[in-house]
């Protein structure tokens, strides 16, 4: 059993970068604290599960130096926040304090690390997203200067065949991939100015998790959608293709992204597609909720009071703020 003396429990006051041989304890500290969290929300016979090792060295190095973590003297994790930049858009996540070092400020201190390093970094929107339920969450984080944003609502699709292939960045000739990336990075700063999602791109690629699919009209770009395969809890089967970011220069085109999604999905053998939408997106809400899409989950948006709310000029920019 660990200890619970404060000496044993007080983290370094400054953080070191997580080391992805750390994931195993990581994984711990994460899946207790979160496990606490519902049974102190109520729901008592909920086991949050590790994740996959896989999930976590994407997050991990898609966030480089803001993946942070906090020792105690004994030199076992007490703490960590995982800060992630997308060009001038920064979100925390996943980010949590050992149930036994818990109520000392820790939670504070490791949030506000991530804040600093985030503004450091130049972004111009800071956030992160948190169970609308929980009130404990709620007022902390309010307490630190964050103010509640619309509902992300998590819509899941089921796989479906379909008469025209998707267009996928993986299956291009590699001598291509690198001007089409550049392609999804012009077209998200056209709708979000100063929003980059190469580096997940690229990364998506480069750790085999999933792949981007294309959207043309006439050899132009009007949309991508970059979406992970690989089994987000540890030892599960690959069941659920996961949209992480979704571009498109016209809202309208949902549907036709959505087409292609499903259509990956049961070609794959994955048996459906989730997909995270902002609540100010409310005709694509509509049209994937008429194509028999089914709510799954809620979560409340939550950004710095004193920074831009963020969100698409143009068309429509999803960004999960969970990896």
Known sequence: MTSTRTSDTTPDARPERIDPNDVSELNAVFADAFTERYRK??????RVPQLNPAIWRYAIEDAG???????????????????????NEGWMGPLAVRTDA??????????MAGIAWLRAQGARVIGL????????????????????????????????????????????????????????????TACAPGV?????????????????????????????????????????????????????????????IADGLVGVAARLGTRRVAVRIQGEYLHAYRTLVERGG??????????????????????????NWEI
């Open 41 to 46: 929300d109520g729901m008592v016979g909920v």
């Open 65 to 87: 130096d803001g993946a942070m973590q906090w020792r105690s003297e004994r030199g076992d994790i007490v703490a960590f926040n995982i800060a992630h930049r997308s060009g």
């Open 102 to 111: 818990q109520g000392r400020n820790i939670g504070k201190r490791i949030v």
């Open 129 to 188: 997203e948190t169970m609308p339920r929980t009130m404990d969450n709620i007022g902390f984080y309010s307490r630190l200067g964050f103010v509640p944003q619309r509902l992300t609502i998590t819509l899941t699709l089921d796989a479906a065949p379909v008469a025209e292939p998707a267009s996928l960045l993986g299956r291009l000739h590699e001598t291509s991939r690198g001007d089409v990336i550049a392609q999804c990075a012009r077209l998200t």
């Open 196 to 256: 980059d999602f190469t580096r997940e791109i690229a990364l998506t690629a480069e750790l085999g998790l999933g792949d981007t699919l294309l959207l043309w009209d006439q050899g132009r770009l009007t949309g991508f959608a970059l979406f992970h395969t690989a089994p987000l809890i540890e030892g599960r089967p690959r069941d659920e293709l996961r949209v992480l970011k979704m571009v498109l220069a016209d809202e309208r085109d949902v549907a036709r």
């Open 294 to 319: 089914r709510v799954r989950w809620t979560d409340l948006r939550m950004t710095l009071v004193d920074l831009e709310p963020g969100g698409a000029r143009l068309g429509m920019v999803l960004s």
